[in-house]
T-cell receptor, first 113, second 110 residues
Framework: DTGVSQNPRHKITKRGQNVTFRCDPI?????LYWYRQTLGQGPEFLTY????????KSRLLSDRFSAERPKGSFSTLEIQRTEQGDSAMYLC???????????FGSGTRLTVV | GEDVEQSLFLSVREGDSSVINCTYT??????LYWYKQEPGAGLQLLTY?????DMKQDQRLTVLLNKKDKHLSLRIADTQTGDSAIYFC??????????FGSGTRLLVRP
């Protein structure tokens, strides 16, 4: 197992376009988290899944953001009608009920121009 | 609400010890974490401590927890230039998500 994988690593998009990011967690981890990190800040929680169920969403997550984890394995995060303020690093992490460590992927850096 | 605070910057000489401090507000936090982030990279888990422990040591890393004062520290012994990075403190809240501080940038001078 190679850890948590995120694709793409970088994405540049024009304002108003839709983008989708993918996260593949560690295979035995049933919890998956999305975070957003802007320059000079710590990661901010967006949403998390236990298996395929989305259990919590942050107030930061506007209705332009949607996340899915259809079969309890990989997850996607879609941003519709992107805005310049969406430019950030989007991080995915996974863990399991029996594991207290949260493993992060390398992130997807989004630039909205 | 939950809040985690860290000092912004620390500069040490190579070979010295580094101590990075963190305060948190959620008294129900059961686990507290230290992560390292190098430029352009994701977060690397360094260590975590359960809230009923006072101290945890792992090679060059020592974590001290003062639960009464809600204060956490990370000591790095014999700091090396490769330790230069941003260090994040995080608490796990009651819904199992991590709440992060803004990070402490550690600069190790040769």
């Amino acid at each position: 197992d190679t850890g948590v994988s995120q694709n793409p690593r970088h994405k540049i998009t024009k304002r108003g376009q839709n983008v989708t990011f993918r996260c593949d967690p560690i295979s035995e981890h049933n919890r998956l988290y999305w975070y957003r990190q802007t320059l000079g800040q710590g990661p901010e929680f967006l949403t998390y899944f236990q298996n395929e169920a989305q259990l919590e969403k942050s107030r930061l997550l506007s209705d332009r953001f949607s996340a899915e984890r259809p079969k309890g394995s990989f997850s996607t995060l879609e941003i519709q009608r992107t805005e310049q303020g969406d430019s950030a690093m989007y991080l995915c992490a996974s863990t399991s009920v029996a594991n207290y460590g949260y493993t992060f992927g390398s992130g997807t850096r989004l630039t909205v121009v | 609400g939950e809040d985690v605070e860290q000092s912004l910057f620390l500069s040490v000489r190579e070979g010295d010890s580094s101590v990075i401090n963190c305060t948190y507000t959620d008294s129900s936090s059961t686990y507290l974490y230290w992560y390292k982030q190098e430029p352009g990279a994701g977060l690397q888990l360094l260590t975590y401590i359960f809230s009923n422990m006072d101290m945890k040591q792992d090679q060059r890393l020592t974590v001290l927890l003062n639960k009464k004062d809600k204060h956490l520290s990370l000591r790095i012994a014999d700091t090396q230039t490769g330790d230069s990075a941003i260090y994040f403190c995080a608490e796990r809240d009651s819904s199992y998500k991590l709440i992060f501080g803004s990070g402490t940038r550690l600069l190790v001078r040769p």
